[in-house]
């Protein structure tokens, strides 16, 4: 019998996996995730500002899995893991494995509120909450088009959260504000983008002449920034601060962290304070032999030991190196240790502008942007080619 990989989440990490063990005939894997898409994140600070549509910000799964003769797709929500009984939980019934590769990566943390705030709040980490993001504020602007009398007169947007996301978002959003006030002489200037950071500056722990560049660029797209600011509670339409201060809101974006999938709570393993999965030097978990965890539900660290931040080319180098390790293993090999590097930080600051930290030199302006522009396409275009030849298989067997 063929040996069984499952791989647990279709994004970043799930799919460089999938590529790999992809090649080896000899094993059967089964790709399960709760959408039939990848979903871009990377890219979603676009969509939210109505830069692109959402078809650019996806790659089908079926497609995808379709290149590959071994690899069974499986549109499903994990309900949970017996790491036991190697058993998948799924709606329908189970799936067991023989190896399993978790890459669930991690949900927006929302603050502890009401849950009708949730009427008029979203996160960004997924497809559905970056379209409500995006529709809201499109509506929002209709009002004023149509009618500034329609319009309040002040609309508040809070971005809780001034992390890589958070500064995207909030970026994004105030220049595609700023382009209609401009073009469209919309009652726009009453728009204000709130982005509360709870350290002493943006960006917390990145390179001071990035924050510098960043926040340089917030103020001159008049994004208002509140730094050392802690939300203490969130109140019907108002956030409260924890010196006292409070700021009304309209609507509320989570950016300010992430907690693991849901469906990891009840799964027994050794975890860090943020619920991600502790693994050893080649990825496994420190629990379970059998299993390797990669992505954002992994507490990955660098070869030095040094933590490292979540992110898609994380996410992307760790799914390389479990699914090597995993035919490593099959050829009685010894494993690899895992040296997993920050190649670089681009951060998209509204319009066609970002800011670049290779570690070894900072740039921003227009060039860095063309740069973070072709990092994204190098990593789409091939993805979208592979589906694209998937589909035509899917189609022409369906014939
Ligand atoms: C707005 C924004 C901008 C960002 N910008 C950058 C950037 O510029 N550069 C960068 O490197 N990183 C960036 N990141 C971070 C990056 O997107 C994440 O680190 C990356 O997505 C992690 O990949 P992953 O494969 O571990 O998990 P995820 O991308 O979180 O994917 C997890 C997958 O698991 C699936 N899943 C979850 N639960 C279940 C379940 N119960 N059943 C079935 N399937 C399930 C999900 O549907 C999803 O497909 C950004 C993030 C955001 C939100």
């Given at each position: 019998m063929r040996h069984h990989v499952v791989i647990l989440g279709g994004s970043y990490g799930g799919i460089a996996a999938m590529r790999h063990l992809g090649k080896y005939p000899e094993l059967k894997i089964t790709l399960i995730d709760q959408h039939p898409y990848h979903f871009l994140q990377t890219e979603g600070y676009e969509l939210i500002s109505s830069n692109t549509s959402f078809d650019e910000t996806i790659v089908s799964l079926p497609a995808l899995c379709?290149?590959?003769?071994?690899v069974t797709f499986k549109h499903r929500t994990v309900k949970s893991i017996n790491p036991q009984k190697k058993v998948i939980l799924l709606p329908d019934g189970i799936c067991t494995y023989d190896t399993l590769i978790i890459a669930l990566g991690s949900v927006t943390k929302r603050f502890d509120c009401d849950t009708t705030v949730y009427h008029y709040s979203s996160g960004a980490k997924s497809l559905r909450g970056a379209l409500r993001l995006n529709q809201f504020f499109q509506d929002e602007l209709y009002k004023r088009l149509e009618s500034?009398?329609?319009?309040?007169e002040n609309f508040n947007i809070i971005i809780g959260g001034a992390g890589l996301s958070g500064v995207e978002i909030a970026a994004g959003m105030q220049y595609f504000f700023n382009r209609y006030y401009k073009s469209n002489t919309l009652s726009c200037a009453a728009l204000h983008i709130h982005l509360i950071a709870s350290?002493?500056?943006?960006?917390?722990?990145?390179h001071p002449h990035i924050i510098k560049i960043a926040s340089n660029r917030l103020e001159k797209l008049r994004v208002k920034v509140h730094t050392q600011?802690?939300?203490?509670s969130i109140d019907n339409h108002e956030v409260i601060l924890t010196d006292g201060s409070t700021i009304p809101f309209d609507f509320m974006i989570f950016a300010g962290g992430t907690m693991t999938?849901?469906?990891?709570?009840?799964?027994?393993a050794e975890k860090n304070e943020k619920g991600q999965i502790i693994v050893d030097d080649f990825l496994k978990s420190n629990t379970y032999a059998d299993i390797y965890v990669i992505g954002d539900a992994a507490a990955l660290s660098s070869k030095k030991g040094k933590a490292l931040p979540p992110t898609a080319q994380t996410a992307i180098q760790s799914g390389e190196i479990a699914a090597k390790n995993i035919i490593r293993s099959l050829h009685d090999k010894t494993l690899k240790k895992a040296n997993i590097r920050m190649k670089g930080i681009a951060i998209a600051l509204g319009g066609k502008y970002a800011a670049i930290d290779l570690g070894f030199i900072h740039f921003h302006g227009y060039s860095a942007y063309l740069v973070k522009k072709v990092t994204e396409r190098l990593y789409k275009w091939p993805l979208w080619w592979l589906a694209s030849k998937g589909y035509t298989k899917i189609n022409s067997c369906e014939i």
């Open positions: 379709a290149n590959y003769g071994n500034a009398k329609q319009a309040k350290r002493e500056t943006i960006l917390n722990g990145m600011s802690r939300i203490a999938a849901p469906c990891l709570e009840t799964f027994n």
